[in-house]
């Protein structure tokens, strides 16, 4: 797969509004300022195709790109607390529109910040995913801003943190250094394969 052909589709603000699916989508999830964009940029290998923001909530779309066969999918951060209720609710049926819609997902990557324990918003999004039976990968994110022992302690609270850890597919990220950036197309790659097998 070229990852450079990414190109941007379209960005979408209420469920409503989004195209009819016309095949596999991988969608990309996460707390605000997780790292998502940035994420999407490293897989794309593409400075700004999707739009990196300093500040938290700014993804308040679902934004489309596409690398045929495959739709990658941003969806908003959610849990970032200073925005309007409304605003917040928007957000919310946008993502559970588009989780709970009959769309070919094919997998979810859901981004943790590798620093912390997960917020009671990565926990209920991790309990939906097991609930529903989606295939879902963990990248955690901002790896580089732990040494090797901060790494190991993260981990193992981690493995006590969230249910069923030992059974998930995990992907240490940094931007920085570009760790997981290959394990992540090496993913993606193999659903692209598949799918043409089929």
């Not at 994420?39 to 909530?57: D, E, Q, T, W």
């Not at 919310?92 to 324990?117: K, P, T, V, W």
């Not at 901060?150 to 850890?165: D, S």
């Not at 992540?184 to 790659?189: H, L, P």
């Amino acid at each position: 797969m070229n990852f450079q052909q990414a190109t941007f589709q379209a960005s979408y603000g209420t469920f409503s509004q989004l195209p009819p699916c016309t095949g596999m989508e991988i969608a990309f999830a996460g707390r605000s300022n997780v790292g998502k964009s940035t994420l999407l940029n490293k897989i794309f290998n593409r400075k700004a195709l999707a739009r990196v923001s300093a500040v938290p909530g700014k993804t308040a779309t679902i934004n489309f790109y596409r690398i045929a066969p495959i739709t990658f999918v941003d969806l908003p951060g959610y849990g970032y607390a200073k925005v309007a209720k409304t605003e917040k609710r928007r957000w919310a049926e946008l993502i559970d529109g588009y989780l709970e819609s009959d769309r070919d997902i094919r997998l979810i990557f859901l981004l943790l910040d590798m620093r912390h324990a997960p917020s009671k918003d990565d926990l209920q999004m991790i309990d939906y995913l097991v609930a529903q039976e989606m295939p879902f990968v963990i990248v955690l994110t901002k790896a580089d801003k732990l040494n090797q022992s901060q790494r190991k302690a993260r981990m193992e609270a981690f493995a006590e943190e969230i249910p069923y850890f030992d059974e998930i597919h995990v992907i240490p990220f940094s931007a920085m250094t570009r760790e997981g950036v290959e394990t992540v197309r090496e993913v993606i790659t193999e659903l692209a394969e598949a799918e043409k097998m089929e």
